[in-house]
């Protein structure tokens, strides 16, 4: 890419109007449809949204690891400040340019401990192989640092740890493991897809406290995709909300958790149990009506019409609304926003 | 509790795991041993037999010999002595003028002698290290033929000792070959199924690496439509016109319009999982024997030995992969989904990377039973190519050879002479050792089968 791409500089990534659709045999499935926003140096952005809003595609054409075909990332732009100091777009790098960003710049933790971790090899040949690959250091060298890693991440024992095979670890510590492998070669961006959901909540919150210590210790931003909620209030300092390839609202963590704009954020929080107001109102738990809708068929206008509350029709369903800026930092795509805060008010 | 808390657990590896289940498989152990023990004489060759295969005398001559009969009694006094041959005097059969060997005591007793020199006969080991040692033979004019000898007056035990060098290891090189072509392209297939090659670049593609690309895979492919416009104007012009010389103008102009219509607009695309699986399917439509006969006819008969042992391991290769690549490409199919082979991409690996490190691995277990349950079948291929006479030659030899030269003479050759059929035996015993061998490892690596 040419040196004309210009990034704030405090900025680390920054995605602008990104598109990646699927060409299946039934149709166009546009799984993330013009979303932008960026991740700060050593912010943590959490990506929020239910199964099928594109968060997970949009962590994977970061890393351009989208399955091609048939997906394709057919707009927008990936800005991406390398170790280097350089700014690259993403989406229009070589493979093999992108090759050296992966694992060295962004790393990628994923969902599955179980599975992430290859049976054939032991886990210290595992951490070696990404410092090796990017580091150009010996097997010997790499060793050691794997070790070093691996007592990071709060691993007993790592030099006799290294020797064990994946299935010799329970799925908490195959997720360390994976922490330390994805943080071996320092990345500065590190894309987190839902990694505590596979866990039981004791080790979540474990894994989360890790990732928040090492975040501290290493610099590195944070990109968070998750469904969860009590996580995002745990993590982030920013989060986008994302709605059927859309990001519907963008909000620093405690205005959004205080004062959610869009209807859709609010009912994401309506539908998390609270203890506090649990013992007061004794109520039914509040759900968003409805499903996610099929991506291939999306309503007319607001996607998520069908299952709103405010709905009014002719202005919700006639044109897809802007992301507007509420004034104070925030971003909300909502034609009835102003009227739903005063109505809160 | 405390202390079993600090403890690590032992790390075993599949391959630890598989080599004690394999132990309590007895045939399988039995198997391997007798494999040691064909392998080593194989190899150890010179050392192993008392003669070169190859020597033989003009006279006396000792064509069809039975075996040597080895005396541990002394018949002068009765008593027991150190083993001792006789040398043979030659007589013909009157009737069916077949030779006859008598024993001679006349000429004395020719003692049986170990560790004995011959340097008027010396050998190699694997071609490098020379030596004239030999672990038993007898003192001329003596001789010990321990499986009789062969028209030519041949030491059949030694020339079986040294066919086994052939017959064994192209069994294991021929495996070794398809092997190589199954993996290589049974993991292409797999890996890059449903990613197809851009075989062409589109004109709204040529810039950078495009420049130089583009316009060479436009001549490629232009030089391709016109060779075959040109195959079919020759093909009229020797021929005249007629329905077939219409067809393959019909091919031609239409492999030309579609070039025309595609070229400038998309990129040709070829799946390599199509290409390769269509080619296994070709390649297992053509009858075997007769596809290595005509293989093998194309090459001139009068080449050297060597280099048709290389011939017929190739060949042998080159007709066995399909099976296992498509075995391969079902494995490889399933792995590449796997979440760590994504982990690893998103550590930044390549293609070649994955396939080597990450998702190859994964067949291993079963490539190893399948190499060790496909190897006596290539071991049978190569008797029955020089059966037919189209495998190895002489003065080399192997075990499928020398049951040719035992059937000449027809059925009374195994009467008068039986001895001859001691290939037949080697051929059965290793093919036997080598799916028994089969039989563990698979059931070794099978978790079902663990005992």
């Keep these: ?345 | 509790m405390r202390a079993s808390a600090a403890k690590t657990p032992q790390s075993q590896s599949l391959t630890q795991v598989a080599l004690r289940q394999f132990r309590k498989h007895p045939l399988a152990v039995w198997g391997l041993r007798i494999l040691l023990v064909l392998y080593t004489f194989a190899l150890f060759a010179g050392f192993f037999t008392p003669y070169d295969p190859n020597y033989y005398e003009l006279y006396p001559p000792k064509g069809h010999h039975p075996p040597t009969r080895i005396h541990f009694v002394d018949p002068e006094t009765g008593k027991l002595s150190r083993p001792f041959v006789y040398a043979t005097k030659r007589s013909i059969d009157p009737v069916s003028l077949q030779p006859r060997y008598e024993e001679d005591p006349s000429q004395g007793k020719f003692y049986l002698r170990f560790f004995v020199r011959t340097p008027d006969q010396p050998y190699t080991i694997l071609r490098v290290f020379r030596s004239d040692l030999r672990l038993f033979g007898v003192d001329p004019p003596g001789r010990i033929f321990l499986m009789g000898t062969d028209n030519f007056g041949r030491d059949l035990y030694s020339r079986l000792v040294y066919g086994g060098q052939v017959s064994l290891t192209i069994g294991i090189l021929s495996a070794l070959v398809s092997f190589v072509l199954g993996l290589v392209l049974g993991g292409i297939a797999g890996y890059f199924s449903g990613r197809p090659f851009a075989l062409s670049l589109p004109l709204r593609a040529w810039r950078g690496r495009g420049w130089l690309l583009g316009p060479l895979s436009w001549a490629i492919w232009g030089g391709l439509a016109l060779g075959a416009l040109y195959l079919a104007w020759t093909y009229y012009s020797l021929t005249g016109l007629g329905v077939l010389q219409l067809l393959a103008a019909g091919v031609a102009l239409w492999f030309a319009f579609f070039l025309l219509k595609t070229l400038p607009f998309r990129p040709l695309l070829l799946d390599p999982d199509n290409l390769i699986m269509r080619l296994v399917e070709i390649i297992a439509a053509i009858p075997t024997l007769f596809l290595l006969i005509s293989l093998r006819a194309v090459f001139p008969t009068n080449i050297d030995p060597l280099f048709t042992f290389y011939l017929v391991v190739g060949l042998l290769g080159f007709i066995g992969w399909g099976g296992l690549a498509r075995v391969v490409r079902g494995i490889v199919l399933s792995v590449r989904e796997m979440d760590y082979v994504q982990a690893a991409r998103a550590l930044g690996a390549s293609d070649a990377r994955i396939i080597a490190r990450h998702v190859l691995p994964a067949t291993a277990s079963y490539i190893i039973v399948s190499l060790s349950l496909t190897i006596p079948g290539f071991i049978l291929g190569e008797s029955g190519l020089s059966f037919l006479g189209l495998g190895v030659t002489e003065p080399y030899t192997s075990w499928g050879l020398l049951l040719q030269a035992a059937q000449q003479g027809g059925f009374a050759s195994f009467v008068d002479r039986p001895w001859v059929l001691w290939p037949g035996f080697f051929i059965f015993v290793s093919i036997m050792a080598w799916n028994f061998v089969g039989d563990g490892l698979r059931d070794a690596f099978d978790p079902r089968r663990r005992r």
Excluded at chain 1, 198 to 224: H, N, P, R, W, Y
Excluded at chain 1, 289 to 306: E, K, M, Q, R, T
Aim: proline share 6%; hydrophobic share 40%; with cysteine.
């Design chain 1, 1 to 345: 890419m040419p040196e004309g791409v210009r990034m704030d500089e405090k900025r680390l990534l920054e995605v602008r109007d990104l598109k990646v659709h699927f060409f299946t045999d039934d149709g166009v499935v546009k799984a993330v449809d013009g979303v932008s926003f960026h991740v700060d140096k050593g912010e943590t952005l959490a990506v929020v949204g239910e199964s099928g809003s594109g968060k997970s595609v949009t962590a994977l054409s970061i890393m351009r690891l989208i399955p091609t075909p048939p997906g394709r990332i057919v707009g927008g732009e990936i800005l991406f400040r390398g170790k280097d100091g350089e700014v690259r777009d993403l989406a229009r790098l070589s493979e093999a340019e992108m090759r050296r960003i992966r694992g060295n710049d962004i790393a990628m933790i994923f969902q599955e401990p179980m599975t992430s971790l290859n049976p054939v090899y032991t886990v210290g040949d595992q951490i070696a192989e990404a410092i090796m690959l990017h580091q150009g250091k010996s097997r010997k060298e790499a060793m050691e640092l794997a070790a070093h890693m691996l007592d990071l991440v709060g691993i007993p024992e790592p030099k006799k740890r290294l020797a064990n095979y994946p299935h010799q670890m329970s799925g908490g510590m195959r997720q360390r493991v994976m922490i330390a492998m994805a943080l071996s070669c320092n990345p500065s961006l590190l894309i987190a897809d839902e990694p505590t959901t596979a866990l039981d909540v004791t080790i979540q919150a474990q894994i989360l406290e890790l990732m928040k210590k090492l975040q501290e210790e290493i610099g590195m931003s944070i990109l968070f995709i998750t469904h969860n909620l009590g996580v995002v209030a745990e993590m982030a300092d920013r989060v986008v909300v994302m709605y059927a390839g859309r990001a519907v609202e963008e909000a620093d963590v405690v205005p959004l958790f205080k004062d959610p704009l869009h209807p859709y954020t609010r009912g994401l929080l309506h539908s998390v149990p609270r203890l506090d107001l649990a013992a007061e109102h004794k109520e039914r738990l509040e759900a968003i009506p409805g499903n996610v809708p099929n991506p291939l068929y999306l309503p007319s206008g607001c996607a998520f019409h069908p299952r709103c509350k405010h709905y009014v029709e002719g202005l919700c369903d006639r044109e897809v609304p802007p992301l507007e800026g509420t004034g104070d930092g925030r971003q909300v795509r909502c034609v009835r926003w102003r009227e739903i805060r005063e109505v809160r008010a």
